[in-house]
């Protein structure tokens, strides 16, 4: 974890008057039902609603389509180097938001031609990957993994196949020797971090994921081959090791968590609702309509944090302060009304911003390259165990306490044994 510095000229500032209503986004009913929250919290306050972080931090909810669209467009007055905030003499050092909401001198705090220097980089060292080797890739793990609880009738979807899969997938991507504990503990280290649930020690998690890439990128400088790293490393741009090795982590803990959640919530959909009936030949929908449905309804990504704001601004007939915090809320503003007015939330196209908008968002061919990871993990689990079914009521399902992702703890679900 790297040094956090307020931002010099920016102290704490007094208390807001807007921020005695604020909701915190933490509990259970954020945890269980959060669309009912970001509905509660639009009816209250509007397009941007005063939100209290884990140790009750003040920051603005942007719940509105345009809002969101708005911020994320305007880098010159909402910008991303955390550092701007005017609450860091508030946050402790053990703050469990701060693996990524703490400066880190990666892609994600970068901002204008240093910021598209970097994500020049990854974006070049993805577009490498060919796709059709990647589902092919993603096919022969998706095997493997079915083929290690297809003969027991049962598996933990989550932990046993969704969260596996697209981190195999990423491993075999950046080309780190793939085996077993190591991406296992990888998994676990980027859930730990993410999570920030009770008991847990996420920048202690964080810190570890660090030094397992540290190790990748000092192996792949001695030995380079056809992988996303060994792009990074030799791309004219000549980022050093350590800029390497933060963005490896970006385009790791990125590509695996909200892959995972939206093949889990993709999962769920076609496990829950009668439109998909499974089995999926019966359903009258596809699983790519169940994975747009999922980008617009119930998206992995569901809070971002965040923006800072440069002045003192406007947003959503809120007075927001120089330095203020902005949450990007991706899921409440795919589900604004403002959007949908006939009270229809439906997935017709991808205007979602389940990858966010502007300089920042999700980098090009990231998106792609997610969709081919998810598409060939739920389609191959439902060609090889075609009468999958959940193994509890849909409503004993429960999701993880992360502000960022809406994921499942688990997903168990039961099918007639495969015998190989
Ligand atoms: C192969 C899989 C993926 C890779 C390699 C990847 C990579 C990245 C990287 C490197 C960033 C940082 C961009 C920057 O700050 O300039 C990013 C941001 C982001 N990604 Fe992805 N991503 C993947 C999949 C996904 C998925 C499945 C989702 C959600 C459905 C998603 C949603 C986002 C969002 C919301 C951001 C934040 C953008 C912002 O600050 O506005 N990503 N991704």
Same mark, same amino acid.
């Given at each position: ?178 085996? !077993?504990?190591?991406? *296992?503990? +990888?998994?676990? %280290?980027? $859930?730990?971090? /993410?999570?920030?649930?009770? #008991?847990?020690?996420? &920048? ?59 093949? !889990?919530?993709?999962? *769920?959909? +076609?496990?829950? %609702?009668? $439109?998909?009936? /499974?089995?999926?030949?019966? #359903?009258?929908?596809? &699983? ?133």
């Amino acid at each position: 974890m790297t040094d956090i510095h307020p931002a010099p000229d920016h102290a704490v500032p007094p208390a807001c008057p807007a921020h005695d209503k604020a909701v915190a986004l933490a509990g259970l009913e954020y945890q269980q039902t959060p669309s009912e929250l970001y509905r509660g919290l639009r009816a209250e306050h509007g397009a941007v609603a005063p939100v209290l972080l884990d140790g009750s931090i003040p920051a603005w909810l942007v719940l509105g389509y345009a809002e969101v669209s708005y911020v994320t467009s305007h880098d010159e007055l909402f910008a991303r180097d955390s550092r701007r905030w005017n609450q860091w003499d508030a946050i402790p050092p053990d703050w469990p938001l701060l693996p990524y909401v703490g400066y880190q001198p990666s892609v994600l705090f970068t901002e204008g031609e240093e910021h598209r220097r970097r994500a020049g980089v990854i974006s070049q060292a993805l577009a490498g990957v060919d796709q059709f080797e990647l589902a092919r890739d993603c096919r022969q793990l998706a095997d493997h993994l079915i083929a290690s609880f297809a003969g027991s009738g049962r598996a933990e979807l989550m932990r046993d196949y969704a969260h596996a899969l697209p981190m195999r997938a990423a491993v075999r991507m950046c080309g780190m020797p793939h085996g !077993g504990d190591e991406t *296992r503990q +990888l998994v676990e %280290d980027l $859930r730990v971090s /993410l999570d920030a649930a009770e #008991g847990d020690d996420p &920048v202690a998690a964080y810190a570890r994921v660090g030094e397992r890439i540290h190790r990748l990128v000092r192996h792949k400088r001695e030995r380079p081959g056809p992988d996303v790293t060994s792009r990074m490393l030799t791309h004219p741009a000549g980022l050093t090791d350590e800029e390497i090795v933060q963005d490896l982590i970006s385009v790791i803990a990125a590509a695996q968590q909200p892959t995972a959640n939206w093949i !889990g919530n993709t999962l *769920r959909l +076609l496990l829950t %609702d009668e $439109r998909f009936a /499974l089995n999926v030949s019966g #359903g009258r929908l596809s &699983v790519g309509e169940a994975l747009n449905e999922v980008l617009w309804l119930d998206t992995p990504t569901q809070n971002f944090i965040g923006r800072w704001a440069v002045n003192d601004t406007q947003l959503g007939g809120r007075q927001i302060r120089a330095g203020d915090c902005l949450v990007l809320g991706l899921a409440a503003a795919n589900t604004d009304p403002q959007l949908w007015p006939e009270a229809h939330v439906g997935a017709e196209n991808s205007a979602h911003l389940s990858f966010s908008n502007g300089e920042h968002r999700c980098p090009y061919p990231a998106p792609l390259l997610a969709d081919v990871m998810a598409r060939t993990a739920v389609e191959t689990l439902l060609e090889r165990l075609p009468d999958l079914v959940l193994a509890v009521e849909p409503d004993e399902l429960t999701w993880r306490p992360s502000i960022w992702m809406r994921g499942l703890t688990a997903l168990p679900a039961l099918f007639t044994p495969v015998v190989p």
